[in-house]
């Protein structure tokens, strides 16, 4: 008669296998995509799309053609760019397995630190020299006041912070748990960033600004309205908007896409939201039908699989050396933060792309969502 222990442990082997089996139909499901697409692709030397900077145009085509990858570093950023959003205390925890309902599990709490997306992407530019500008709402309470400090830290003032200091909000909280595996469940707690007001962004010269970044988690709910009325009314015109689109994309009102849409975004995402948007789990008819709504890029994460480029009726694919997992929270925002970067540096989006992968692939063999750049990282 088999013991508890045993049986515990005929269960958790049990689990490993399915695991294991899922890992393996997921690796197979990730490069059965793909051949949605191969009798599809271009070359990627010939995605130039560039940022219409004013700055880039005074350029001679000899001086294009020398802003490579790995050269990128030493050349001045040629526009600046304002990140919007939200700032969340992350707290990441580390399971052997997400407990299913009603169950428990130990776990090791690996890091707590401020991050949410926007501050994650500044976090890289500001490393990486790029002219920016942050807004950050900062409620009331201890969350706000541990944002408020590190931001303090990473350099920024207090004309980048929107201070509500009666605001019955705090800042957001996030609680990252990350499988043995380093994929991550998230259950956050929202804060003062879901509740945006017109007023908080009118010291703010929107026009100023080539590149403007936000995410869908700040675009949800009333917040949509709120911002893209702002930017549409204020940006410049040739200013270029950068939408990640974030795993609550299918809670932006309807209106508030549509807004959004006719801004002509460059939309970066990955292959779960992409259904969310299009209703369609087919990458190519997913692509096809979100590149009707915006004349410019789409960019689709694909994980271990790299990513796929869509612009102007093209596929262009970007791949890269798979790599154990460690953490991959922040991984997307390190792919947008390289992608931002070397558009504002006057670079093509292939090579932006490059630089993108590059930081993604540092970024899944930490912990933390916030970027840490060897001392020596060169681009």
């Not at 197979?28 to 940022?51: A, F, I, M, N």
């Not at 350029?59 to 990140?83: D, P, R, V």
């Not at 993108?356 to 933390?368: D, E, F, P, R």
Request: glycine residues 8%; charged residues 20%; hydrophobic residues 40%.
């Amino acid at each position: 008669m088999e013991t508890s222990v045993g049986m515990q442990e005929s269960k958790q082997n049990s689990k490993d296998t399915q695991l294991n089996q899922e890992q393996t139909l997921q690796s197979k499901s990730l490069s059965s995509c793909l051949q949605e697409l191969k009798d599809h692709l271009s070359p990627v030397e010939t995605l130039g799309y560039r940022l219409p900077l004013k700055s880039l145009s005074a350029l001679s085509l000899i001086e294009k053609e020398q802003l490579t990858f790995g050269s990128l570093q030493k050349q001045a950023c040629l526009g600046k760019a304002l990140i919007l959003g939200g700032a969340f205390v992350d707290v990441t925890l580390l399971l052997d397995h997400i407990p299913p309902v009603g169950g428990d599990s130990y776990a090791q709490e690996l890091n707590v630190g401020v991050g949410g997306c926007a501050i994650n992407v500044a976090n890289i530019v500001r490393d990486l020299g790029i002219d920016h500008k942050i807004k950050v709402p900062l409620g009331n309470g201890p969350y706000a006041k541990l944002s408020h400090d590190q931001l303090l830290q990473d350099g920024y003032g207090e004309s980048d912070f929107i201070i509500v200091p009666q605001s019955p909000y705090d800042c957001a909280y996030c609680l990252c748990m990350i499988d043995k595996d380093g994929e991550r469940t998230f259950v956050a707690v929202p804060g003062i960033e879901n509740h945006m007001q017109k007023e908080w962004l009118s010291d703010l010269a929107i026009e100023d600004y080539d590149l403007i970044y936000f995410v869908g988690f700040d675009l949800t709910d009333d917040n949509g309205l709120v911002y893209l009325n702002e930017i549409k009314e204020r940006k410049k015109d040739n200013a270029v908007i950068f939408f990640d689109a974030g795993a609550r994309v299918n809670f932006i009102k309807p209106e508030a896409f549509e807004l959004l849409l006719s801004l002509n975004p460059i939309i970066h995402l990955n292959r779960m939201e992409l259904e969310l948007i299009t209703k369609t789990n087919n990458i190519k008819a997913g692509l096809e039908h979100l590149s009707t709504l915006t004349s410019a890029p789409v960019i689709l994460s694909l994980d271990i699989d790299g990513a796929v480029v869509s612009y102007q009726g093209h596929y262009y694919h970007f791949p890269v050396v798979p790599q154990k997992v460690i953490d991959a929270t922040g991984a997307g925002d390190s792919q947008s933060a390289g992608i931002i970067a070397a558009l504002l540096k006057g670079a093509t989006l292939e090579q932006a792309m490059y630089l993108g992968n590059t930081l993604a692939s540092y970024c899944i063999k930490q912990v933390s969502a916030r970027l840490s750049l060897p001392s020596d990282f060169s681009y």
